[in-house]
């Protein structure tokens, strides 16, 4: 059982260690910016804009080039393909907009979901094949993490012991290849909100999940201190009628991790899943003030949280670009103060902060 064959050396572990350090610093979290081609171009579409290379580049400009102070609440900021490639319209490449500001620069690098033949919808991720070889470019290309998104459902027998199974073990294995070339991975078991569901069944589900992706994170001998969790917090289902205050919500998402997540895990960056943007921000800061030892930064790596007021504002008009940076700061400093257990609501949210953000069956 002694482990023969280390996979990483000390300056390798040293190295993913202190990426995660930096990404989940005190108040910092994520901007989740990875939206695929597709993706982005139901987000374009929703504020009457063509799905084109020009748009989607623009409008990752508004986000990349918002103020200085902008490095104070975000540690990291994830990518897709396209965009790490880009520049902005003065010629600086986005990559570089972003490190210089000391952020860390992360990759999505999964490729989408597909069926898992015989159950109910349920599935997993592909996305391995050349794997070593793209992280490898990513790295030289910049990025120092990545991301990989699983998806579980809550419903009748879901999910499946096959779906629990098959998604830990993809997402150790995208780990274990991350990390041989020095990327730090965030490991994604997104458990959707769809369904009628309780808390506590929500819960249930997510501790099992969460064991589960432990146990194939040390079988692959994955170095956790160079590792971060991206996990759905613990809500009920989204059509469901029970109501819970964000104290509930708070204590049964920090239960769940106790459980399951080992504390040699360095952060915890929550996705928004369709939660409006001032509930994300006020579960955070709940998540962050209850009264537990809680051995890992609780933090934020939100897309739509952090998002839909920006496009709202920005509504594809020149004219409305500072706005729609001053909105985009306004939400990444309220979610810094969240994942301090310091965020405070007061009557101004956001052009879109109240608002749902589900959507059914979510993809990335
Ligand atoms: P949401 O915050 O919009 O759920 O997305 C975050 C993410 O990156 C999902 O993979």
Same mark, same amino acid.
């Given at each position: 059982m002694a482990p023969h064959h280390p996979a990483l050396t000390p300056e390798q572990k040293k190295e993913l260690a202190d990426i995660a350090q930096r990404i989940v610093a005190r108040g910092k979290g994520i901007l989740?910016?990875?939206?695929?081609v597709g993706t982005m171009g139901k987000r374009l579409t929703q504020i009457?804009?063509?799905?084109t290379d020009e748009h989607r580049r623009f409008y990752r400009e508004i986000l990349f080039s918002?103020?200085?102070?902008m490095k104070d609440c975000i540690g990291g900021v994830i990518f897709f393909h396209e965009t790490l490639y880009q520049k902005a319209a003065?010629?600086?490449?986005f990559v570089q907009m972003i490190r210089d500001r000391g952020i860390v620069v992360g990759i999505k690098v999964d490729t989408g979901v597909v069926p898992l033949a015989g159950t109910n919808g349920e599935t997993t991720t592909q996305g391995l094949d050349g794997l070593a070889e793209r992280c490898a470019q990513y790295k030289k290309d910049g990025a120092d993490f990545a991301k990989w998104r699983c998806v579980l459902k809550i419903g009748h027998h879901m999910p499946s012991h096959l779906s629990i199974i098959e998604n830990a073990n993809v997402l150790a294995r995208y780990a274990s290849i991350c990390q041989q070339n020095g990327l730090v991975p965030i490991v994604e078991p997104e458990i959707l909100?769809? &369904?009628?569901?309780d808390l506590k069944t929500c819960q249930h589900v997510t501790e099992k999940v969460l064991a589960a992706c432990y146990k194939a994170l040390s079988d692959h001998h994955i170095?956790?201190?160079g590792t971060l969790l991206k996990p759905n917090m613990?809500?009920?289902?989204?059509?469901?009628t029970a109501k819970y205050t964000p104290e509930q919500v708070a204590m049964a998402t920090v239960t769940a991790l106790r459980r399951t997540?080992?504390?040699?895990?360095p952060g915890v960056t929550f996705l928004s899943?369709?939660?409006s943007e001032e509930d994300a921000s006020i579960h955070l800061s709940a998540i962050n003030k209850v009264p537990l030892h809680k051995p890992w930064a609780l933090t934020f790596s939100y897309g739509r949280a952090l998002q839909a007021s920006v496009l709202k504002v920005w509504a &594809?008009?020149?004219?409305n670009v500072k706005a729609a940076q001053t909105e985009f700061m306004r939400r990444a400093n309220i979610n810094g103060l969240a994942a301090k257990g310091e965020y405070h609501p007061v009557?101004?949210?956001?052009?879109?902060?109240?608002e749902s953000l589900f959507v059914a069956n979510h993809a990335y």
């Open positions: 989740a910016a990875d939206e695929s009457g804009l063509e799905n918002g103020p200085e102070v003065n010629g600086t490449p909100p769809d &369904g009628d569901h170095y956790l201190e613990v809500t009920a289902g989204h059509s469901s997540v080992p504390p040699a895990v899943g369709g939660q &594809g008009k020149k004219e009557a101004t949210a956001g052009s879109a902060a109240g």
